[in-house]
């Protein structure tokens, strides 16, 4: 026996395999290219020939496969191998592959943790690297130090399969919206004929005001509590009508501040005026 089974050894399973390696933990690997096991054999593995051999041989075994579909795939062909056995899912996949996986694993009398990995193979075992994981409270205590093995940093999301794939795509939404941001700025920047590099140099000290925004954020939304802001929806309503005149006047493609202008508009169409931005999310919300 050993104390922990790694099943997919490509770039990110390998790195998850030798960071158990590192902190003291056995470790038995399986890989669909066998060959790939050999470095971490070096390194003190041991290579189980089957998935069954693999998931037989410790209490509990993390994924990393290409995504959750082959996954769903490796364990069915193994499934007398899995009752009484902890899964820790670490393979990349969208909402409902996730729920399936969860339910074929409680079905074979298995446990299981998801997780996505937001770093590079390079990163993993640093204190600093984090991997946001779903499952319930008691496996993230019981599994928490085999997590932060892996990324020191790593946080407890919730207890449903297909949370992950939800955080995802706020996140990135949240990085899209200040690239696209970047995309219609250096427009009307560019119409106007502002230096591209004036603009990139100012952009850096414009999201200085971010940080005071994430504060507000987080004092406001998971609350609901959207009383007495420093800028009310008003003002962002009346600022982002300008703006959108702006880009109009400059003759610029204008989507992104329209569909700004528009979505602050379904704010005040509520009587939210005095409220803060922020209480657009709970309106947009309810039209769900
Ligand atoms: N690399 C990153 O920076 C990174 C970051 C975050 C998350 N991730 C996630 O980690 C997971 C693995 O990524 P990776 O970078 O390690 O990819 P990779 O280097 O391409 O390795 C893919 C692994 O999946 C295995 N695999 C693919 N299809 C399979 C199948 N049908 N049956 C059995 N095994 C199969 C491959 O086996 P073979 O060796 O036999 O081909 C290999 O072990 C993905 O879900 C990815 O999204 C990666």
Not at 7 to 28: D, H, N, Y
Not at 109 to 129: C, F, Q, S
């Amino acid at each position: 026996m050993t104390d922990i089974s790694v099943i997919g050894l490509g770039a990110m399973g390998s790195a998850l395999a030798r960071a158990q390696l590192k902190v003291g933990r056995s470790v038995t690997v399986w890989n669909r290219t066998p060959e790939k096991a050999a470095a971490l054999v070096s390194e003190g593995a041991i290579a189980a020939t089957t998935v069954s051999e693999a998931l037989s041989a410790s209490p509990v075994t993390i994924t990393c496969v290409k995504s959750h579909p082959q996954t769903i795939e490796l364990l069915t062909n193994a499934a007398n191998a899995l009752p009484s056995k902890t899964i820790i899912e670490l393979s990349t996949g969208g909402a409902e592959e996730a729920e399936n996986l969860a339910r074929l694993l409680e079905n074979a009398g298995a446990k299981w943790v998801l997780g996505i990995i937001n770093a590079y193979p390079h990163m993993i075992g640093d204190g600093e690297t984090v991997l946001s994981v779903v499952g319930t409270d008691e496996q993230w205590e019981t599994l928490g130090p085999i997590i932060k093995a892996m990324g020191g940093s790593s946080v407890h999301v919730g207890d449903q399969a297909g949370m992950l794939a939800a955080l995802f795509a706020g996140l990135f939404t949240v990085r899209q919206g200040f690239m696209w941001g970047m995309i219609y700025g250096a427009l009307a920047a560019k119409k106007a004929g502002i230096p591209m590099q004036t603009f990139s140099d100012l952009v850096p000290i414009s999201m200085g005001m971010m940080k005071p925004y994430y504060d507000y954020f987080a004092a406001t939304a998971p609350q609901a509590t959207y009383d007495d802001p420093p800028a009310t929806m008003r003002t962002y309503a009346a600022a982002l009508e300008d703006v959108l005149a702006s880009f109009e006047a400059l003759g610029a493609r204008d989507e992104l501040p329209r569909l700004f202008v528009e979505m602050a508009q379904k704010g005040m169409d509520e009587g939210l005026e005095d409220k803060a931005l922020t209480a657009v999310i709970d309106v947009l919300a309810d039209k769900h």
